[in-house]
């Protein structure tokens, strides 16, 4: 698996990490507006934003490595 297979699929983590954070955050925005939300429903979705920022802190961090790997090969080479 090469460096850039390794930060195509931590960006596309990434991004499917943010919309699902940006959804999750348009279901208890509506949910607040309406006012009939169950609170189990709104406790589900807190879980599920949480998920979602997990999610984007694991791809950031497997970018990170990615980057760095990439520092040390080059520094090496050099």
Partial sequence: MGINS???SALQGIHKG???MRRVASDIASANQVQQSN???LSRSMVE???QANLV???AKTLKAADETLGTLIDEKV
Wanted: aromatic share 0%; net charge positive; charged share 20%.
């Fill in 18 to 20: 943010l919309q699902g």
């Fill in 57 to 59: 802190k694991a791809q």
């Fill in 6 to 8: 390794i930060t195509g």
């Fill in 49 to 51: 934003m949480q998920q």
């Fill in 39 to 41: 609170p189990k429903d």
